[in-house]
């Protein structure tokens, strides 16, 4: 059975940090890249960050650049995602997810085309 199981999330003062894991289950971790998405109330489902399997080359959305790091090991089966300078509009519920090899989908906002996802942990960002 595969499994994405995100922790991490929290409540956290606006200007702090926070750093999300997601660990994987059931299918090769090594060869399919990692994506982080968010999703927060009335608002549509955005794409935080990926990695790809290969070269670990990364991509962030504007709005993390600067802020945000996605890192990966191979040896846990375990994606990261380290945000820093937490702002409020941070707020929502963060997803990992998988595709196979390069961030492909992610990079084309195709969504629907991961393969697999996790359940999401909140994260809440106080002003």
């Known amino acids: 059975e595969v499994q994405l199981v995100e922790s991490g999330g929290g409540l956290v003062q606006a200007g702090g940090s926070l750093r999300l894991s997601c660990v994987a289950s059931g299918f090769t971790f090594g060869g399919y890249a990692l994506a982080w998405f968010r999703q927060a109330p009335g608002k549509e489902r955005e794409g935080v960050s990926c990695?790809?399997?290969?070269?670990?080359?990364?991509y962030y959305t504007d709005s993390v650049k600067g802020r945000a790091t996605i890192s990966r090991d191979n040896t846990m089966n375990t994606v990261y995602l380290q945000l820093d300078s937490l702002k409020p509009e941070d707020t929502a519920t963060y997803y990992c997810a998988a595709e196979d090899i390069r961030c492909t989908y992610f990079n084309g906002h195709m969504y629907d085309g991961m393969d697999y996802w996790g359940k999401g942990t909140q994260v809440t960002i106080s002003s």
């Open positions: 990695i790809d399997s290969t070269d670990h080359r990364t």
